[in-house]
């Protein structure tokens, strides 16, 4: 019951930390303004993105937008929560991946259904390196991903 709890917090902590930032952003910084916070290394900006990451399918049609990027993400994210939720067995590390994974999506998802787009407002410039502008459901969902590799190439006997 406690592990149950404790994902469902996890989720929700995410979702709301994500849905806080992006409301801020909405509120308080002018689309495409680019603001340097910390010199040119992190720009804070307020992007609408109507795809999924980086872009990738603006130009779909809405009918494959709403099943690529509506519907299908739903089905996946509730199906990984039921199971995350039903397994009594998960380690504590794997739960916290899932959980940030799953926050992360719904975070997104529901700023594609409230809004039909995702806000996206960080960019990050070193050197060479540069990312593309993204958001706290992006960064919760690459955190939740690199643990899950991590454990499963540091525990190759883990179950999932």
């Not at 872009?55 to 509506?70: A, R, S, T």
């Not at 700023?111 to 960064?139: C, E, H, P």
């Not at 955190?143 to 883990?158: E, H, K, P, Q, S």
Request: glycine residues 8%.
């Amino acid at each position: 019951m406690l592990k149950r709890l404790s994902i469902v917090l996890f989720v929700l902590l995410n979702i709301g930390c994500d849905q806080w930032s992006k409301d801020l952003v909405r509120k308080h910084v002018e689309p495409m303004d680019y603001i340097q916070v910390v010199n040119d290394n992190l720009i804070l900006t307020n992007v609408e993105n109507t795809g999924a990451m980086l872009g990738f399918g603006q130009g779909f049609p809405p009918l494959v937008k709403m099943i690529f990027l509506k519907g299908l993400p739903l089905i996946v994210l509730l199906i990984l929560l039921a199971r995350t939720l039903q397994k009594t067995n998960l380690n504590r590390w794997l739960v916290l991946a899932f959980a940030f994974v799953i926050g992360g999506g719904m975070g997104n998802l529901i700023d594609r259904i409230a809004y039909g787009s995702v806000t996206d407002f960080f960019q990050i410039k070193i050197g060479i390196l540069k990312t593309g502008i993204f958001n706290m459901a992006d960064v919760s969902v690459t955190i939740g991903v690199f643990l899950l590799l991590f454990l499963t190439l540091r525990y190759r006997n883990l179950s999932i």
